[in-house]
């Protein structure tokens, strides 16, 4: 079984920092496009950041410049660096991960349990 774990959300101020990891549990997902997600209350489910096994990323429009997404295929694991954070960024955060790797919206598989990041003024 698969799963994904998400970690390191919580409250900080509108200018500050907060970095978001996620690591997998059972098979390696080497060959899948990992990603961030995020939804606040009566907002549609955003994709955030992706990147592909050879290091490819794509990010919103919104977070370009902001946010960092990487990822370490020994580990399993994928990061969200968040920096300049402000109060549109609070949102519930998901990492996911999904096949075939062709593109950004393609079957987003495995899905982790989501941490909140809330961005005060």
């Known amino acids: 079984q698969t799963q994904l774990v998400e970690s390191g959300g919580g409250l900080v101020q509108a200018g500050g920092s907060l970095t978001l990891s996620c690591v997998a549990s059972g098979r390696s997902l080497d060959s899948y496009i990992k990603a961030w997600f995020r939804q606040a209350p009566g907002k549609q489910h955003e994709l955030v950041a992706a990147?592909?096994?050879?290091?490819?990323?794509h990010y919103a429009d919104s977070v370009k410049g902001r946010f960092t997404i990487s990822r370490d295929n020994a580990k399993n694991t994928v990061t969200l660096q968040m920096n300049s954070l402000n109060p549109e960024d609070t949102a519930m955060y998901y990492c996911?991960?999904?096949?075939?790797?062709?593109?950004?919206?393609?079957?987003?598989?495995?899905w982790g349990q989501g941490t909140q990041v809330t961005v005060s003024s």
């Open positions: 990147v592909t096994s050879a290091g490819s990323t």
């Open positions: 996911a991960a999904g096949y075939p790797p062709t593109g950004w919206n393609t079957n987003y598989e495995y």
